[in-house]
T-cell receptor
Framework: AQKITQTQPGMFVQEKEAVTLDCTYD???????LFWYKQPSSGEMIFLIYQGSYDEQNATEGRYSLNFQKARKSANLVISASQLGDSAMYFC????????????FGGGTRLMVKP | DVKVTQSSRYLVKRTGEKVFLECVQDMDHENMFWYRQDPGLGLRLIYFSYDVKMKEKGDIPEGYSVSREKKERFSLILESASTNQTSMYLC???????????FGPGTRLTVL
């Protein structure tokens, strides 16, 4: 079974609008962490946001927020007020307690922001 | 800022060649990682190291080996490159076990 599932291979969003990128995960661990990374065409992976399984509040970092629904095992990334520079691949990743610092990544979503 | 650098952005090698991919980080991080990235599959962990001369297999270690002789440097070795190892290779580092991983720019390897 897939540990991290990103069901949207590609998405379009109009500049200045908000967009939600979906991520569902599968783990039996109680202790885990969820990450979102951005990969522009240059190739470098840029860390965006982190949510721990015990965090009660949804994580936020500037225009990025993580909609964490533990019972549904989802950790969707919300980007508010999209900008042209947000066009990139976005990856959801999970760290499970028993795997230490090893990350499992989803297949990614390509976001394209239209002017 | 954390800086992770990789020796080459693009590399072309022939089947059967021995290939070295080098990664250097400048933030005194304990942990270093090698991933490969393929379309639709995301990133998959090949090997990681949590200390000098220490290494652990990741999810897809077959056909690869690693070396960490100094804390700042982590090398990925393809002993005999094959065409199915054509991929993007990404190196990452983190300070501690639960800390965020920071990535280098990647090396796109083509094996002919």
């Amino acid at each position: 079974a897939q540990k991290i599932t990103q069901t949207q291979p590609g998405m379009f969003v109009q500049e200045k609008e908000a967009v939600t990128l979906d991520c569902t995960y599968d783990t039996s661990d109680q202790s885990y962490g969820l990450f979102w990374y951005k990969q522009p065409s240059s190739g470098e992976m840029i860390f965006l946001i982190y949510q721990g399984s015990y965090d009660e509040q949804n994580a936020t970092e500037g225009r990025y927020s993580l909609n964490f629904q533990k019972a549904r095992k989802s950790a969707n990334l919300v980007i508010s007020a999209s900008q042209l520079g947000d066009s990139a691949m976005y990856f959801c990743a999970m760290r499970e307690g028993w795997r230490g610092n090893m990350l499992t990544f989803g297949g990614g979503t390509r976001l394209m922001v239209k002017p | 800022d954390v800086k992770v650098t990789q020796s080459s952005r693009y590399l072309v090698k022939r089947t059967g060649e021995k290939v070295f991919l080098e990664c250097v980080q400048d933030m005194d991080h304990e942990n270093m990682f090698w991933y490969r990235q393929d379309p639709g599959l995301g990133l998959r962990l090949i090997y990681f190291s949590y200390d000098v001369k220490m290494k652990e297999k990741g999810d897809i270690p077959e056909g690869y080996s690693v070396s960490r002789e100094k804390k700042e440097r982590f090398s990925l070795i393809l002993e005999s490159a094959s065409t199915n190892q054509t991929s993007m290779y990404l190196c990452a580092s983190s300070l501690g076990v639960t800390d965020t991983q920071y990535f280098g720019p990647g090396t796109r390897l083509t094996v002919l």
